[in-house]
């Protein structure tokens, strides 16, 4: 891969950089060495911009100490080249809510094996599995949503107060679909 694309894109995220998200974002835990505080409309314009690419895609994954790269690599990497092996991994090491629901909406919620891959993650990335079947009810691409309800019912006391809330999300939307029938 011509490493000048990746060096190109990392221009752009420092003449995007916005000092006062970045700082914020550090101040609520955000794990990443680097952040340079672009909101996720810059970072879909930068996608805008780019030729879908599975070898920029994993460069940008695998850098793992910054946010605008892993964020990107979600928007770029090409749905048809994603394999259910690849979508695993990258739901298993999303490491932050904000990565999670991007790479969700972004990418993951576009396989056709979506609904399999959220149940094949909920034993490793409970909220990553969860935010997908969200995506995939509000999509009505949910083949069997009362399974959908029993886990989250299931997951609604966990430990992990974003798996609650996605929980309880899920729960209402299917409850207000079913009355709206």
């Not at 879909?44 to 690599?73: G, Q, Y």
């Amino acid at each position: 891969m011509d490493k000048t694309i990746i060096r190109d894109i990392k221009s752009r995220f420092f003449a995007l950089r916005n000092g006062v998200v970045a700082d914020r974002l550090r101040s609520c835990g955000s794990p990443y060495k680097i952040i340079f505080g672009l909101l996720i409309p810059q970072v879909e314009n930068i996608a805008a911009s780019l030729t879908p690419s599975t070898e920029i895609a994993d460069a940008l994954w695998d850098n793992r100490s910054t946010r605008e790269s892993r964020l990107l690599a979600t928007m770029v990497h090409p749905l048809e080249a994603m394999t259910t092996e690849k979508a695993l991994r990258w739901g298993q090491e999303a490491d932050t809510i904000e990565l999670a629901d991007v790479l969700c909406f972004r990418l993951l919620r576009n396989l056709d094996n979506a609904e399999d891959l959220a149940y094949s993650l909920l034993e490793s990335r409970k909220y990553v599995s969860l935010r997908l079947l969200m995506n995939l009810l509000i999509l009505r691409r949910l083949s069997d949503v009362e399974r959908a309800r029993l886990v989250a019912a299931n997951h609604l006391n966990d430990e992990d107060v974003a798996v609650k809330r996605v929980c309880n999300q899920l729960i209402d939307e299917i409850d207000w679909i079913s009355q709206s029938n």
